[in-house]
């Protein structure tokens, strides 16, 4: 499976847009970029998905790199609830085995 | 409203006992997931299942056993070779390659 990586952790300010790097530069063309975010004891939380257009929804933007090599998911506004544990997957979407790793993410922390 | 359940929230065993954690959704997905997290970690694979009555084993699967008799339900069961059993257990859903996983709220799994 094609692996991502990401920085251990971001600080960021409330309420100034925050931009979460992921590098993917083993990707194959049919792997789709996802987004998740944890908050402590709780299950992961979908935030975003894309295949090669930047895409936006009511929680967060997705930016992809021309070349698919890498992209950034952007909170336009943080708050303090951001804080969470944000995960950059890659999932192949094709047929055969469907083994996702998720790997440490990136702990972003919010300041008042 | 549709979701996924994960029963019980917190687990307690006695060392060398099975145990079995529950997972159902109502979401009409195909697959299914079952992810071990560690403190300060990332999710690993433990079993999926993409289809009823078919699985397959993810990375860390030596210990445990699953089963998928009915499309909404695949419980885990945590057998005494499991060595070092205690963690908190993720479910997830997905209803294709193409869409996002929606993930249970967990079960925290503590073997004294």
């Known amino acids: 499976d094609a692996k991502t990586t990401q920085p251990n952790s971001m600080e960021s300010n409330e309420e100034e847009p925050v931009h979460l790097p992921c590098n993917h530069s083993t990707i194959s063309g049919t792997d789709y970029i996802h987004w998740y975010r944890q908050l402590p004891s709780q299950g992961p939380e979908y935030v975003i998905h894309g295949l090669t257009s930047n895409v936006n929804n009511r929680m967060a933007s997705l930016a992809i790199a021309e070349d698919r090599k890498s992209s950034t998911l952007i909170l336009h506004r943080a708050t303090l609830r951001d804080a969470a544990v944000y995960y950059c997957?890659?999932?192949?979407?094709?047929?055969?085995?469907?083994?996702?790793?998720f790997g440490k993410g990136t702990r972003l922390h919010i300041l008042p | 409203d549709g979701g996924i359940t994960q029963s019980p929230k917190y687990l307690f065993r006695k060392e060398g006992q099975n145990v079995t954690l529950s997972c159902e959704q109502n979401l009409n997905h195909d697959a299914m997931y079952w992810y071990r997290q560690d403190p300060g970690q990332g999710l690993r694979l433990i079993y999926y299942s993409q289809i009823v009555n078919d699985f397959q084993k993810g990375d860390i699967a030596e210990g445990y056993s699953v089963s998928r008799e009915k499309k909404e339900s695949f419980p885990l069961t945590v057998t005494s070779a499991q060595k070092n059993p205690t963690a908190f257990y993720l479910c997830a859903s997905s209803m294709s390659r193409g869409y996002g996983y929606t993930f249970g709220s967990g079960t925290r799994l503590t073997v004294v």
């Open positions: 997957i890659l999932r192949d979407m094709r047929g055969g085995d469907d083994k996702i790793i």
